[in-house]
């Protein structure tokens, strides 16, 4: 679990929009999502939520194909990551495959379906991504 102090924020990077999560206080929440208007301007509007938050380090999830290689989406993926370490915070990058499927897993068993469905999807995800990139440290 990572420590009380540590206030981590996890990107779900997709072509239209990115889902936002953050950890705080050792509990993992969907924020919001982002619609894409370009690197410079999305990593601008992330830098000014993860100052107020005081965001310590930054999981973005890596959307890899399912041979293991880096294709289109992986390379976006990196730009936002890239982009945010140059603002001082520590980038680090998840495995995001069938990130999407467990989030939607999760949305219907919440029972949540249509509009309010699509409009949470990138957030969980982002929630996935981010929940398994702690795992990943206590291993």
């Not at 410079?40 to 890899?64: C, Q, S, W």
């Not at 989406?73 to 990130?99: C, K, N, W």
């Amino acid at each position: 679990m990572p420590e009380k102090r540590e206030t981590l924020l996890s990107l779900d990077v997709g072509t239209k929009t990115i889902g936002v999560a953050i950890c705080e206080g050792g509990v993992v929440l969907p924020v919001f999502t982002l619609a894409r208007a370009s690197v410079a301007r999305d990593t601008a509007r992330l830098k000014e939520f993860a100052e107020a938050r005081t965001v310590t380090a930054v999981i973005v999830g890596l959307p890899y194909e399912l041979d293991g290689s880096e294709g289109r989406s992986a390379r976006l993926a990196r730009q936002i990551g890239g982009a945010m370490a140059l603002f001082g915070l520590p980038v680090h990058y998840q495995d995001e495959r069938f990130t999407t499927v467990e989030a939607l897993d999760r949305l219907g068993s919440a029972g949540v379906f249509g509009v309010r469905r699509k409009a949470a999807v990138d957030q969980v995800a982002a929630c996935v991504i981010l929940e398994e990139w702690i795992k990943s440290r206590r291993a």
